[in-house]
């Protein structure tokens, strides 16, 4: 069964610093990884995506992450943050899920991250 | 396009009461999904249709949820009766499935904050 662990509940950071939130993840066959960002009352959108080849993956808003096989991680990164920047943080896993009706890319999300960006 | 659109954004009812959340999903989509997000547990996968077709429920908590998707365009997910502990943000997502070998980007809607006194 696949799973995504996210350490940090919530990650304080001074605006224009850099910051890396950390995403570990656990899954029986290859898979597919994912970094949403959720804003306050709405709901979540995706910053970026891993499926395959480049394990430097770069996502909207200036975020990157790193896909590191050996150590089963994807953790996010700015190298500058900006107030708007302010939201919680999703990691999340793909992988394949196969019912009677049929199969399907089963996505399950971390616990989330709430990055806070001090003016 | 609008994207996903969901009703209502905020609902409070009674333990008892019957409850039903609406959402109509990107036009050309052929997959939904509907999660539940709560403090405790996260953001938990409750059913994924395709093609109008309920194809995992396995996360639905109980006889008390049911969901329907009568066509492209519109699901509703039910609740009743309600009880407190239903209460939590429900969020539905639509996406166009390319098939079991590869993952789709997966679009939310705002949400639906409900709340069961």
């Known amino acids: 069964a696949q799973s995504v662990t996210q350490l940090d509940s919530q990650v304080p950071v001074f605006e224009e610093a850099p910051v890396e939130l950390r995403c570990n993840y656990s899954?029986?066959?290859?898979?597919?990884l994912f970094w949403y960002v959720q804003y306050p009352n709405q709901g979540l959108q995706l910053l970026l995506k891993?499926?395959?080849?480049?394990?430097l993956v770069k996502g909207i808003n200036g975020f990157e992450a790193e896909f590191n096989k050996s150590q089963t991680s994807f953790h996010l990164r700015k190298p500058s943050v900006h107030i708007s920047d302010t939201a919680e943080y999703f990691c999340?896993?793909?992988?394949?899920?196969?019912?009677?009706?049929?199969?399907?890319?089963?996505?399950?999300f971390g616990t989330g991250t709430k990055l806070q960006v001090i003016p | 396009d609008a994207g996903v659109i969901q009703s209502p954004r905020h609902e409070v009812t009674e333990m008892g009461q019957e409850v039903t959340l609406r959402c109509k999903p990107i036009s050309g989509h052929n997959s939904l999904f509907w999660y539940r997000q709560t403090m405790m547990r996260g953001l938990e996968l409750l059913i994924y249709?395709?093609?109008?077709?309920?194809?995992?429920d396995s996360g639905m908590p109980e006889d008390r949820f049911s969901a329907k998707m009568p066509n492209a365009s519109f699901s509703t997910l039910k609740i009743q009766p309600s009880e407190p502990r239903d209460s939590a943000v429900y969020f539905c997502a639509s996406s166009w499935h390319l098939g079991v070998s590869t993952s789709e980007t997966q679009y939310f809607g705002p949400g639906t904050r409900l709340l069961v006194l």
């Open positions: 249709f395709n093609n109008n077709v309920p194809i995992d």
């Open positions: 999340a896993v793909s992988d394949r899920m196969w019912r009677i009706s049929g199969g399907y890319q089963k996505v399950t």
């Open positions: 891993y499926l395959s080849g480049s394990t």
């Open positions: 899954s029986s066959v290859s898979v597919y």
